[in-house]
């Protein structure tokens, strides 16, 4: 009984942390390129030329991630 009850556990704890790792990879900050991410407009500064190619690459982003799954 206790076995399968540490087996449960460490199988949670390991969904916990890949779920963990795959949040964070996500979060990782983008590196400043001095180009749109989205349109590759130069910029001074940020990463997209307005918030515009911003929407646009994250709609961009989902649909890839969307699409990725299989
Ligand atoms: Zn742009």
Redesign the pocket.
């Known amino acids: 009984m206790s076995d399968i009850y540490d087996q449960a556990t460490d199988q949670e704890m390991m969904d916990r942390d890949l779920a963990i790792k795959a949040a964070r990879s996500q979060n990782q900050p983008m590196k400043f390129t001095s180009h ?6 130069h ?1 001074d500064r940020g990463h ?3 918030s ?3 929407e ?2 994250e709609k961009m982003k989902k649909m890839k991630h969307l699409s990725g799954r299989k």
Request: net charge negative; with cysteine.
């Open positions: 749109c991410k989205y349109c590759e407009e910029i997209f030329c307005n515009e190619c911003r646009d690459f």
